[in-house]
């Protein structure tokens, strides 16, 4: 696994003023050279320091290394905030894809999940996923949004996946887990890659 991670000194603030600038500031890029079950960001210093953001953004393009699952082989990928295991999470799904369309709601001990691409899929694909997590550094119960999209069983059909999820907790996010597989049985791939953003509070008019 190798992790890029952003510590230069914030070069959005000058003199200590914000200036006007892209609002999204690149934090870390993770890409796995081998196998791995989980991936765990971290909030450190300078521009990685997550306490100046209002939302995170994660894209992530993933695979993981286990067999086709009954008629899909998509898998979920699950998330866990600061390190709490807990039953602390209920997310509801909406989904669409070959094998019809579906709604689900859920308590567990992780995010909700997004979809990502398993090995029994065509070869070298992997699936796509975006995530927003909203006022991380509020006094609030901590919001995600999370949409995927990807093939499915070598192409045969494709699937997409919406799921909106709360933490349960009022604490400042400063820790994310990505769980391939809660069993630890799987794992995701080489060159799964995890790409994080921190948003800013525009403060110029």
Partial sequence: MTTTVNTDAPAYMVDGVLTDGEPWVALSSTVLTGDANSVTLTSSTGANDWSQYMDLVLIQSSRNDYADVGNSAGYFILG??????????????FYGGGSGNGVGQFVSSSTGAVLGLSGSSGANGFGGSTCRITDINSGKWKVSTHHSANEMTGGSYHSVYQTTSIWQNTAAIIKIKLIADTAGTYNFSADSRFDLFGTLPRMVS
Wanted: proline share 7%; net charge negative.
């Fill in 80 to 93: 866990q905030y600061n390190d709490d295991a807990g039953t602390n999470y209920p997310w509801q799904r």
